[in-house]
């Protein structure tokens, strides 16, 4: 969904959100040419921190499009927050039910109708201690799969300092500096027509995630861990209300 077909409280988000994340980070933005083509995409997204989705969405829009992100369902219940999150053409998924199928027609919907659906493939936030993406769900492949719409990577590197999930910090102070880099769609032609096996769906997911993590290490460097390792979180001593 392009900019100049929004509504008025997807606006009214937009004048709310985007003055804060101007003035709360300092920003450092590349490939927004490659969200900028017409039709459905699919935006596949590292997770990092809580406030991924804001940096995330203030990208897109200035890339010149509407994000619409599959959430937790259980968000969609908060009041007043669910109701504008549903106006503004949000899309819960409710896991582990029958109605995540509704979820996937949503989004199969939505690319018909040449929006740009976010999936965090990780389902929530990464539980590498370094915040290196973690091996995936598979919905964003069966969403390809079942749509052929171009899945283009997004990686983001700041995010964490605004608000770090591993000891629950948020950083009030403004021009906190973030990356967001875009990247040409991957390349899924291999698989395309396949029926949606698990081994399939697996190794779609693999080759989405291994972009991912790759790109994210061409800008924050350091040397990622192998994708498929999910070690805990550790416990830390948390210290609620102070900035990092």
């Known amino acids: 969904m392009a900019r100049r077909r929004l509504g008025f409280w997807q606006r009214f988000a937009v004048g709310l959100v985007k003055p804060v994340m101007t003035v709360w980070t300092q920003r450092t933005w590349r490939g927004q040419e490659h969200l900028a083509q017409d039709g459905g995409m699919i935006i596949v997204a590292n997770h990092i921190s809580h406030a991924d989705p804001l940096v995330s969405a203030h990208f897109i829009y200035d890339s010149g499009r509407w994000p619409q992100y599959l959430g937790k369902a259980s968000v969609f219940r908060v009041p007043l927050v669910g109701w504008i999150l549903h106006r503004c053409r949000q899309i819960p998924v409710e896991r582990g039910s029958v109605d995540a199928v509704r979820s996937l027609d949503r989004s199969v919907a939505a690319l ?3 929006g740009a659906v976010v999936i965090y493939p990780e ?9 290196w993406p973690m091996k ?32 629950s910090r948020l950083n009030p102070r403004p ?8 990247g040409e769609p991957v390349d899924l032609s291999r698989w395309a027509g396949a029926p949606p096996t698990r081994d399939t769906l697996e190794e779609m997911t693999d080759a989405i995630m291994l972009r991912l993590r790759d790109m994210l290490a061409e800008i924050r460097g350091g ?9 805990a979180r550790p416990s830390v001593e948390r210290h609620h209300g102070e900035a990092a």
């Open 223 to 231: 040397t990622p861990p192998p994708l498929w390792e999910r070690p």
């Open 123 to 131: 389902g929530t936030t990464t539980r590498q201690p370094e915040l």
């Open 136 to 167: 995936a769900k598979t919905g964003a492949a069966r969403l390809a799969l079942a749509t052929g719409a171009p899945v283009v990577p997004l990686v983001m590197w700041g995010p964490e300092r605004i608000f770090d999930p591993r000891t």
């Open 112 to 114: 018909d109708e040449g």
């Open 175 to 182: 021009r906190i500096p973030v990356t967001v880099v875009a």
